[in-house]
Structures are given as C-alpha cells and as structure tokens.
C-alpha cells in the first residue's frame, strides 16, 4: 500500500497546483493521499517494507535532481522503520483523505489552474 501525506498549502502556490494536477492518476492508480492544514511541509520520509528508511530533504524531480543541494540518510533496520511508521499514523490523523470521487468534482478553475501549472513542472 501507498500512501502519501502532502501539505494542501506551501511557500510556492503553482507548486501545489502541480501537485495537484497529478492526483487524479495517483487516486486512480490506488494510492491514498492525505493533505495537512496549516503546515508546510519540506522533509521527505519513506519507509519500505518496515525495514528500509529514508527520511531527508531532497525532492522527486528533475530539478532537485541537478540543481539543489539536498541530503538524505538512508537507515536500514525495524527499530527506525518503526518509529517513522508511527510517527506518519500520528500525522496522518490529523490529515484530510482525499477521495477520488470528490477530487474530481473539485472546481473547474482549480482544474485549470492545475493544468496551466504542469508547463512549468520542470522549472519549480
């Protein structure tokens, strides 16, 4: 299972509105989104099959890729994985469910706001 847990609002407006624009696939693919209120979030975290850790800066695009100066540390071992799992359920209940039937009645400027963005998707 996937599940992700997003900020709904950052330092970068269209960068959400990318964000968004990617929704859609991802709901329909089976992965759950959750969003956060009043946080803006910069730390990446994944934990793979309770064993296999990273928890850093650095985001997943090509941009930060070959622009940015950004760090991670890889952790292998239960005891983290544990510890991050549990600390993504306690922000994940605070954290808003997007579902995909409502997504999809979100309102049509949105929709475009959304799809405007993604020509810049490269360059945020």
């Known amino acids: 299972m996937v599940r992700l847990l997003l900020p709904d609002q950052s330092d970068s407006a269209r960068a959400i509105a990318v964000a968004h ?6 709901l329909e693919a089976g992965v759950q989104i959750f969003e956060t209120h009043d946080l803006v979030l910069h730390s990446k975290c994944v934990v793979v099959d309770g064993v296999w850790s990273v928890l850093g800066s650095s985001n997943f695009d090509q941009r930060s890729v070959l622009f940015n100066d950004e760090v991670d540390a890889v952790v292998l071992g239960s005891a983290t994985a544990q510890a ?6 306690d922000d994940i209940a605070g954290a808003t469910r997007i579902d995909l039937a409502a997504w999809r009645r979100r309102p049509l400027a949105q929709k475009l706001r959304e799809l405007l963005s993604r020509t810049w998707e490269t360059l945020l």
């Not at 624009?21 to 991802?26: K, S």
């Not at 991050?84 to 359920?89: D, E, K, P, R």
Request: glycine share 0%; hydrophobic share 50%; charged share 15%.
């Open 21 to 26: 624009a990617h929704y859609d696939d991802l």
């Open 84 to 89: 991050l799992q549990q600390a993504f359920a």
